[in-house]
């Protein structure tokens, strides 16, 4: 079941893409300006790291997951305060109640 995003965590995550994006491609026309800068070993080894980091970055930004793990006795209030503030409509309530209920019985065991 796809879940809807609020307008506000929908528009920050396309602020995060087109930011990470525009990142990507000025440290490609700078690599592309400057070749013989990114010749320097030193350089040349933190221009990799940043391009495995804005990988990944781009992934997850890709598909994003927010995960939330509760700990508390029987019936304290935590799914209450979860669905809080993430804002969750009743209709999805009980798809998050199931999840909710596996991840408290792996917490215990």
């Known amino acids: 079941m796809q879940k809807t995003q609020s307008p506000d965590i929908q528009a920050q995550l396309n602020q ?4 990470l994006q ?8 700078l690599v592309n300006f400057s070749p013989d800068v990114f010749g320097d070993e030193a350089i040349k080894a933190r221009l990799q790291d ?8 781009t992934q997850r930004l890709a598909n994003p997951s927010f ?19 993430l804002n ?8 998050y109640l199931q999840e909710l209920a596996v991840l408290e019985s792996l917490c215990k065991i």
């Open 22 to 29: 525009r990142l990507g491609n000025a440290v490609s026309e």
């Open 88 to 95: 969750i409509p009743n209709l999805n309530l009980l798809i």
């Open 16 to 19: 995060a893409r087109e930011n």
């Open 67 to 85: 995960r939330i793990a509760t700990i508390g006795t029987t019936s304290s209030g935590k799914s209450t305060i979860v669905f809080h503030h």
């Open 50 to 57: 940043f391009q495995q980091a804005y990988k990944e970055a």
